[in-house]
């Protein structure tokens, strides 16, 4: 069979979740292609190609690309087989199974998606169908040479030049339920490992391949502290320059703090930790398993080690107030991390797509605040408290837009929200923010921002 992967979006990595899978076909004998949308445009020659299309969705701005891509592909070619797989495919499937898709993936894909294509190969007729596959399987290295070269991608800036950037994934899944993230609803808890032959393997053609730099793509690198570990001495043994930087919960920084002595000595730059916010009844209903005091703790810990934190925030949730923004931005000042924080953090609003764990049993707070499903969004809608709260989280998504499409820093950035904040709080206008000496000069950083 002729297989067509494609992938909206991967924050800007050259995505992993088109070359696994296009190991996995080729292993079982189909020719594959692989289309990133995000550098390229959509193109129907492809489509004619293909006998089917697969669409990567391991991301919620991934899912909203895919489901246009979709419908651009059923319209030119409706008796074509279409497969969503990924942590977002099973959102919005009403509508999506049998109308813009025949099969939907989600959980450890590959396996069902090569079963899905040998059984077009056989003369299936693709029926709509939902896959869940949580269990345990071994995993190929990456096709990377059907990807875009790496130069295309996010890099690396470091010391006033950009490295190349590669991104792997050590694990799957999550061991933890915070009730905001998308995991839990398809994992449940779920740890899946990647073998360390496989992932050393990747980073080793990446390397090849010009990375400089790697980027564990976890949703929490400690998850599995000892397989972590592994991955990382045997890659600091064999390129002793290669830096590395890894996503991990302020609980996991602070209960394996004696392991960042030697992540630190093995190249880790910064690390990247949902803070989400300072309000600690708002963590306790995101079940987030840390306190503002931690969050603190973390970054102070990390800093000992000289590493970098790079904190990701969910400032506006339908339980905010104007005082927890105003308490966020004293933290970002407070700890010396304008420069580490995309602006487009400060202004992140609250996703609750379908299967969200702060759907089941929602408090009366949240009932009350709660709107109709949005397909288009693949959200629920909702609404704060205070509806300044909404008002306000509007402004500051123009504000860092702007920023980000006119080249502005961090600090520019980081100023004008400061201001627009305070004015909603009606407190008095400060003097022109001035960012201390140094604090954003050296700082790592990838050139495309975080978020999902």
């Given at each position: 069979?002729?297989?067509l992967l494609v992938s ?150 470091l010391d006033g030049e ?291």
């Amino acid at each position: 069979m002729r297989a067509l992967l494609v992938s909206g979006y991967e924050l800007g990595h050259q995505p992993l979740h088109l070359a696994s899978p296009a190991a996995a076909l080729l292993a079982a004998g189909h020719e594959v292609r692989c289309l990133d949308l995000s550098l390229d445009p959509y193109d129907p020659e492809f489509v004619d190609w293909a006998e089917a299309v697969a669409f990567s969705v391991p991301m919620h701005t991934a899912m909203r690309l895919a489901v246009r891509a979709a419908g651009a592909v059923r319209r030119r070619r409706p008796e074509l087989p279409i497969c969503l797989y990924g942590l977002y495919a099973p959102v919005s499937r009403d509508l999506t199974a049998g109308s813009l898709a025949d099969r939907i993936i989600a959980g450890e894909y590959e396996p069902a998606l090569v079963a899905w294509v040998d059984g077009l190969g056989r003369g299936g007729d693709g029926a709509s169908a939902f896959d869940l596959r949580l269990e345990r399987t071994a995993f190929g290295v990456p096709a990377r040479h059907l990807l875009p070269p790496l130069e295309r991608y996010a890099h690396l800036a470091l010391d006033g030049e950009e490295r190349p950037v590669g991104y792997v994934e050590a694990t799957h899944g999550c061991r933890h339920r915070c009730r905001h993230c998308p995991l839990p609803a398809v994992y449940d808890g779920a740890l899946r490992v990647v073998e360390r032959d496989t992932v050393l393997a990747d980073v080793e053609q990446l390397v090849e391949a010009g990375a400089r730099h790697i980027t564990f793509g976890d949703p929490d690198f400690l998850n599995g502290p000892t397989h972590s570990l592994r991955i990382v001495r045997t890659m600091h043994e064999r390129f002793p320059d290669l830096t590395f930087d890894c996503t991990v919960k302020v609980e996991h920084i602070l209960d394996h703090a004696e392991l960042w002595p030697e992540l630190a000595a093995a190249g880790c730059l910064f690390v990247v930790t949902a803070i989400e916010t300072l309000n600690d009844d708002i963590l306790v209903r995101l079940d987030k398993g840390h306190t503002a005091a931690q969050a603190a703790a973390a970054v102070e810990l990390l800093r000992a080690h000289g590493i970098e934190p790079r904190p990701t925030f969910l400032p506006f949730t339908p339980w905010t107030t104007v005082d927890d923004l105003l308490e966020l931005l004293v933290f970002v000042q407070t700890h010396d991390l304008v420069g580490n924080v995309d602006p487009v953090q400060l202004s992140l609003r609250l996703l609750l797509p379908e299967g969200s764990l702060l759907l089941d049993g929602a408090d009366g707070e949240l009932g009350q605040r709660l709107g109709d499903y949005d397909p288009e969004r693949l959200s629920y809608a909702w609404t704060a408290a205070d509806p300044m709260v909404d008002l306000l989280q509007a402004r500051l998504a123009e504000i860092t837009e702007a920023s980000a499409a006119a080249g502005g820093s961090a600090p520019e950035a980081f100023a004008a929200v400061r201001a627009a904040v305070r004015e909603v709080a009606g407190l008095d206008r400060e003097p022109a923010y001035a960012i201390p000496a140094g604090s954003t000069e050296g700082r790592p950083r990838l050139t495309e921002s975080w978020f999902c």
